[in-house]
């Protein structure tokens, strides 16, 4: 967990025109920098909660406050959805079955 001034250096960080906001696109990257490994279609459902309004620190807290996988996490859900489907053992699996693995983590893989 981050801790407060690890929250605000972040944000500052980002807060490029000092103007104590950033914008609903960069709440996304905020987090992920915080650490945090949120999935896109969660980033997009922030963004379009908050819609065009600038978001504060204060605000910006409260939604990195929210449940997010961390990188580690995630390595291990693919780790078990590729053994899953590596039916040979050798570890190796098809381009389309590499598909349905990211889509199964949450995240469509576009050609």
Known sequence: MS????IRDAFTTFDTDNDGS??????GTVIRALGKAPLQSEVDAIEKEIGEKPVDLVTFKKYNERKFKVPSQLQEDMIKAFRALDNLGNGQISE???RVLLGTLGEALDR
Do not use: K, M, Y
């Open 3 to 6: 801790s407060d001034r690890d």
């Open 22 to 27: 950033i914008s609903a696109a960069e709440v």
């Open 96 to 98: 389309a079955e590499l």
